[in-house]
């Protein structure tokens, strides 16, 4: 308590720069500690689930014409016979997503309300994937037809769990489908790869689509294995159970050899190569700058050892030991890392609502009681680094300087705390240029479309007639150039089907199926017909279809085809009911499929009229004005509809929103990296112009200019300053071209990219210590010498 009382006492006097300190730690602790919570709720994801690690995603392996591709979701007879024929497997059911983000669904009583996620789901879902139920039986509600499990949040919603059971609404998306309430489970958490807010009954249905094995692989199928179960040694009872249901001599003779494989729920985010990269990287950087704020607070420390030597050893002198003076500096040292952590955890809810929209996460999502336990450890460290390295310097002063001029700059110390500090702000700063430079490739990159005065509304469930009558009303808008519609929207992603030729059971390769549009789509996207010619209204257009550039180049490679396309036959599995053949009319240059980082690069095929639900309008000028004014037209027409009309590069921005954020938190971090290293810059440099005061006056009496003083103590900086910035740019390097990795398309990084970070870190090292260097080397000599 006494060493408390000290430390408390000291807190406010004059040249300890306890302030600066607190402040700079604090600071590195907020952004570092947050981070590192961010890494643990990545790693984090479906550990709540019990028995998590006996949990598994079924997956679908193809490959075809020697190209291997997995994918996620099976046929629906796959995950329920797993269970019946195969006696490891303890548990198995299927869920298919039939809702997306912002699900929108009525009530009777008219109320409009938003469901983040829609699935169907077998009656055991919450046997093998568990949520507290509120209220209901979900085995009973998921057996019945029509009948659905609510999150809940949609429960409150809806004024409470009791009062929600057995209320009826429908989908806008498919009026006339009335789902009743049977019962309410807990809102699935944060840190799960599978997110719904409504379950309805898988018994909604098809039976054929229920338990079929070939095609319509759209179910995302589970299964819990038994204990000690190695799910490699399923591997022949999966293949087995395969030949019992479907021919797989048949599938092969179609090109395509077809395999299931079990892959860990756990793994299922927390694996993904994407999440490790990040986590590797915001890892590294929360390092950086926590390791940065300790190495600033001991840097000060340092500097302030000068005027502290007496304090120290009359301490000595009147008896203190090395354990009462061990007790004096750590427990200063605790209750600097107090405050700090509590000025840290000011600034976390200061910046709330920044803090979530960067990390995509609740703090509580964020500081769980595990990870709350690793960021107690990591501070415990932090404290005995920031305590041990001072106590040290500080047990070593002579009793004698109680009594003598003593002076001990601790130079090298100072430097090579400075060396860390320069390398962290190198390495962030060129890091940041990579990040940045990827971000605007991928928001600028022309993806085959221009959609600059693009705006769309989606009419998803409104009769056909309603909808055409729409496209005409905006058509009359004066600001409005073209409308048309389409199925779906190019940055959507497209589901697949299979190209075959007629005569010819191969299945050849597999499409990213846009599906249908309507008239003026290609005109309207600016989409280039480079052979052929578009869909005629006429009704000739029935069996035609367009297809890309690189569906032409397949085509040639895997069938043979030379010549033009124009006129050839295909089929097209889901299009080619009965095997009816469809005629090539035209081909167009590629476009992008997803984003331009990642897209999908599989060929493209185009269908005319049969339902386009999305309705595009370009516009003269984009602008808020004209969103309304078409937003007015769509609400008079469909007065019962919510109607919303989005600038569609305002959805291209937030296709990229994960990079976009993990750029705006490595220029967060390196800000902060750099003020505290600037911080300690400008402290040491103030340390060295006072320790070597009577030098620089004796330089400026024989004759040296303030010109010549500020380039002695800038070359000394230098010294460290260029390895530090050579070393910070040669990491930031392999860590930019590492996370570019997971990019098909990549920015160009060029050797200017770096030269430039380096030159700025430097030009801002230089400008530092020339500002603090200023007054000493303008100063009177005489001054400098009477004071010595």
């Known amino acids: 308590m006494k060493n408390l009382n000290i430390a408390l006492r000291s807190l406010f006097k004059k040249g300890r720069s306890n302030g600066i300190k607190i402040l700079s730690l604090g600071v590195g602790l907020a952004m570092g500690l947050v981070l590192i919570s961010k890494v643990c709720f990545e790693r984090s994801f479906d550990k709540f689930y019990p028995d998590s690690d006996r949990i598994y995603r079924l997956h679908e ?8 591709k997995s994918y996620g979701q099976v046929s629906g007879g796959v995950a329920t016979a797993m269970q019946v024929e195969i006696p490891e497997v303890e548990k198995a059911t299927r869920l298919t997503y039939i809702g997306g983000d912002k699900e929108l669904f009525r009530t009777q009583d008219g109320n409009r309300y938003s469901a983040r996620y829609v699935v169907m789901g077998d009656t055991n879902v919450f046997d093998l994937l568990p949520r507290p139920i509120l209220i209901g039986d979900p ?36 009026p006339g489908q009335t789902y009743t309430i049977g019962g309410v489970f807990e809102d699935v958490p944060e840190n799960s790869h599978l997110r719904f807010e409504i379950v309805a009954s898988l018994e909604g249905m098809s039976k054929w689509s229920r338990e079929n094995w070939l095609g319509n692989d759209r179910y995302l199928g589970y299964v819990k294995l038994y204990p000690g179960t190695d799910p490699e040694s399923l591997t022949t009872a999966i293949r087995e159970m395969q030949g019992r249901h479907c021919d797989l001599e048949e599938v092969k003779k179609a090109g395509i050899d077809l ?42 420390v340092i500097s302030t050892l000068i005027n502290r030597t007496k304090e120290v050893a009359v301490h000595k002198c009147y008896g203190a ?12 040292t605790c209750l600097h890392m107090l405050i700090s952590l509590l000025l840290a955890a000011f600034l976390i809810v200061l910046f709330r609502t920044k803090t979530e929209e960067l990390l995509g996460a609740t703090l509580g999502a964020l500081f769980s009681t595990q990870t709350i336990v690793i960021l107690i450890g990591v501070c415990i460290v932090i404290f005995f680094i920031t305590g041990l390295i001072p106590t040290y310097m500080f047990l070593r002063i002579p009793v004698a300087a109680a009594f003598r001029n003593f002076k001990e700059s601790r130079r090298y110390w ?78 959507s992603g497209m589901s697949g089907n299979n190209v075959s030729l007629p005569g010819d059971d191969r299945e050849l390769f597999n499409i990213a199926d846009m599906y249908w549009v309507k008239d003026d789509f290609f005109s309207l996207m600016e989409i280039p017909v480079i052979e052929g010619e578009v869909f005629r209204s006429d009704g000739s257009a029935s069996n035609k279809v367009m297809v890309s550039r690189s569906f032409v180049e397949k085509m040639e490679q895997v069938a043979g085809w030379t010549g033009s396309a124009i006129g050839k036959n295909i089929i097209i599995t889901e299009h080619s009911q009965n095997g009816e053949p469809f005629t090539i009319c035209g081909v167009y240059e590629d476009v992008c499929i997803g984003s331009t980082g990642n897209p999908d690069t599989r060929p493209t095929a185009l269908f005319y009229d049969r339902y386009a639900p999305m309705i595009l309008i370009k516009f003269h000028e984009m602008s808020p004005e004209n969103i309304k004014k078409a937003q007015k037209v769509l609400e008079d027409v469909m007065p019962d509809r919510n109607v919303t009309v989005t600038a569609y590069y305002m959805d291209m921005i937030d296709l990229y929103k994960d990079s976009r954020t993990f750029r705006d938190s490595v220029m967060i971090g390196g800000i902060v990296t750099l003020i505290i290293a600037l911080i300690g810059l400008l402290g040491y440099t103030s340390d060295e112009t006072n320790r070597r005061g009577r030098e620089i006056a004796i ?15 800038s070359k000394d900086i230098s010294y460290i300053a260029i390895p530090a910035i050579v070393i910070g740019m040669t990491v930031a390097y392999y860590s930019g071209t590492g996370w570019l990795e997971k990019f098909t398309e990549k920015a160009p990084i060029g050797f200017f ?6 030159m700025m870190v430097y030009v801002l090292i230089i400008a530092c210590v020339l500002y603090r260097a200023w007054a000493v080397s303008n100063s009177n000599p005489v001054d400098s010498l009477k004071s010595e």
Not at 323 to 332: A, H, P, R, T, V
Not at 701 to 711: D, P, R, Y
Request: net charge negative.
């Open 61 to 68: 392996n193809i490959i075809r014409d020697g190209e291997y």
């Open 139 to 174: 085995k009973e509600t998921l057996s019945r037809p029509g009948y659905v499990m609510i999150s809940n949040r949609i429960a409150k919603l809806l004024g409470g769990a009791e009062q929600a059971v057995n209320k009826e609404f429908e989908f806008e998306s498919s």
């Open 259 to 300: 395999t299931y494989s079990l892959v860990p729920l756990m793994d299922m985010h927390s694996n993904s190569d994407e999440v490790k990269s990040m986590n590797s990287l915001l890892g590294f950087l929360a390092f950086v700058l926590i390791f940065t704020a300790a190495m600033n607070y001991v840097l000060i």
């Open 321 to 332: 030991s090395d354990k009462n003076l061990f007790g004096m500096i750590m427990s200063e």
């Open 414 to 491: 100072k430097l090579c705390l400075l060396f860390i500090q320069f390398l962290a702000t190198a390495y962030l700063v060129a890091l940041l240029s990579v990040i940045n430079k990827q971000y605007d490739y991928m928001v600028n990159v022309d993806p085959g479309y221009a959609y600059e005065k693009l705006a769309y509304c989606s009419t998803q469930g409104v009769e056909e007639s309603v909808r055409n009558t729409a496209i005409e009303e905006l058509r009359k808008i004066p600001e409005v150039d073209k409308v048309s519609a389409c199925y779906d929207l190019p940055i």
């Open 699 to 713: 330089r400026k009496v024989n004759g040296a200019t303030a010109w010549s003083i500020l380039k002695m103590i």
């Open 753 to 758: 990219i770096f030269l430039a970070g380096a």
